[in-house]
């Protein structure tokens, strides 16, 4: 099994089954033996905390109600049991008359478990404190700063930019730099 093959796809199901429909899939993987093809399960959810007579009560909400996301490696047999699994109504990306689906991007599915808070792919970065760099993306675009400080565990940086003739120490995300060469 290549690991470049395991790739993440959207599963449609009935909306409000998620959770059901996550767990035939599971209960399916293990009793057809295809946990080698079928890795991860998820129903893209956020905690929201309401307060209720001054006590925190925490609530998941369905990001994408209705939908799946399934990392797999997309052979006959894993595509047939995910598309026979109760709940689901098909793969987001396939034209249908037996065409397979379309993977999702990786940059797509990282987004997607960086807002659930879950662990997603490291950017490595050729710049460090001190160095210029310049913003690619966001409302700072092509703007160049000196990186102030840098924080690995949630991939930003503080970069001192010049705005309205000040220094003005600003959080980029990584993947949104880089290095200036001098």
């Not at 690995?152 to 003739?165: K, R």
Request: charge should be negative.
């Amino acid at each position: 099994m290549e690991e470049s093959q395991k790739q993440w796809y959207v599963v449609n199901t009935y909306a409000g089954h998620e959770n059901r429909v996550k767990e035939n899939l599971e209960r399916r993987v293990e009793s057809m033996g295809i946990s080698d093809y079928l890795f991860r399960i998820l129903v893209a959810e956020e905690v929201e905390v309401e307060y209720k007579n001054g006590k925190p009560i925490e609530k998941s909400k369905n990001l994408f109600p209705g939908y799946l996301f399934v990392e797999m490696i997309m052979t006959d047999e894993a595509w047939y049991v995910v598309r026979n699994t109760p709940g689901v109504t098909g793969f987001i990306g396939s034209s249908g008359g037996g065409a397979k689906p379309f993977p999702v991007s990786p940059d797509e599915i990282d987004a997607i478990l960086r807002r659930m808070g879950m662990a997603e792919r490291k950017v490595n970065v050729d710049f460090q404190v001190g160095d210029t760099v310049r913003v690619l993306s966001g409302p700072f675009t092509n703007l160049e700063g000196r990186v102030e400080s840098m924080d690995n565990e949630n991939q930003v940086a503080s970069v001192l930019c010049v705005l309205f003739g000040r220094e003005t120490p600003t959080e980029i995300a990584y993947n949104d730099l880089e290095k200036v060469e001098l």
